[in-house]
């Protein structure tokens, strides 16, 4: 049993950067693709980026390509998700997801999720 727990949400006005992190506890991220999805009031959950964790391989939903990076940190067994030149449709609850098959953009793939956090981009 893998748990999630994210951080680093908060209010930030369009243009600006916040950095999100996924910390699991439970087991390792070792061998476990990690997701990050994002749910606006009364819209569906959208995938937003996955890395791999033996080839940090990573993909992204073309919305956010060139202004969001995912990284990881074996050490610290964590997963991050670089916000940056943010926008107010960028506003949403931030999910991590992880799975131990590769992972895509179905949120169906993933079998552990966090609680997630608040991202506010204000106009």
């Known amino acids: 049993q893998v748990q999630l727990v994210e951080s680093g949400g908060g209010l930030v006005q369009a243009g600006g950067s916040l950095r999100l992190s996924c910390a699991a506890s439970?087991?390792?991220?070792?061998?476990?693709?990690v997701g990050w999805f994002r749910q606006a009031p009364g819209k569906e959950r959208e995938f937003v980026a996955r890395?791999?964790?033996?080839?940090?391989?990573?993909v992204y939903a073309d919305s956010v390509t060139g202004r969001f990076t995912i990284s990881r940190d074996n050490a610290k067994d964590t997963v991050y998700l670089q916000m940056n030149s943010l926008k107010p449709e960028d506003t949403a609850i931030y999910y991590c997801?992880?799975?131990?098959?590769?992972?895509?953009?179905?949120?169906?793939?993933?079998?552990?999720w966090g609680q997630g956090t608040q991202v506010t981009v204000s106009s």
């Open positions: 997801a992880t799975t131990s098959r590769r992972g895509g953009r179905q949120a169906g793939e993933y079998d552990y």
């Open positions: 439970g087991r390792t991220f070792v061998g476990y693709a």
């Open positions: 890395i791999t964790w033996t080839l940090s391989s990573a």
